[in-house]
């Protein structure tokens, strides 16, 4: 897997990354500040690599969205050009493969939505309780590829 980071990866990502591609689905615990985003950023280059289906990335607040934005832009990614955020006031539609979303602006959008995404992530994956986020991973039929990813969990 090509990534040309800016950087290398700590070796407890890299492992994460792959116990992720080979599990498939999986809850990556990690404390804050360890680098969640960069585990995220290299399973979904892996996978858009492999398949040409999208990848949803579906965080709590407009905050995250865009410093998951951000995180990948400094990793080295054409943001403007690959990246597509969903939340309040931006446009839902898209040809991008990759989104980054707040639950609250998605989860009443049809099943067809959500069949273009062959890889879920949903960060900060302990607040996935609710009706709303269990909806949406629920509509991600297709995802071969699920990750919830946290910091603190129950």
């Given amino acids: 897997m090509k990534l040309d980071l800016p950087f290398l990866p700590r070796d407890y990502q890299y492992e994460a990354v792959v116990k992720g591609i080979q599990r498939r689905r999986t809850i990556l615990l990690s404390p ?4 969640k985003s960069l585990i995220i950023y290299m399973l979904m280059k892996w996978f858009l690599q ?14 995250l969205v865009e410093q998951m934005y951000s995180d990948f832009k400094d990793y080295g990614m054409n943001v403007a050009d690959e990246v597509h955020r969903i939340y309040s006031g931006k446009d839902k539609v898209t040809k991008k493969r990759i989104i980054v979303s707040t639950w609250q602006s998605i989860y009443k959008f049809p099943k067809a939505w959500f069949a273009k995404f062959g890889m879920v992530v949903g960060d900060e994956c302990h607040g996935f309780k609710s009706k709303s986020l269990s909806s949406i991973m629920n509509k991600c039929e297709n995802a071969e590829y699920r990750y919830g990813t946290t910091g603190t969990l129950d």
Avoid: A, Q, R, Y
């Fill in 32 to 35: 804050t500040g360890s680098g």
């Fill in 50 to 63: 492999e398949d040409s289906k999208s990848v949803l990335i579906v965080v709590p607040t407009t905050s």
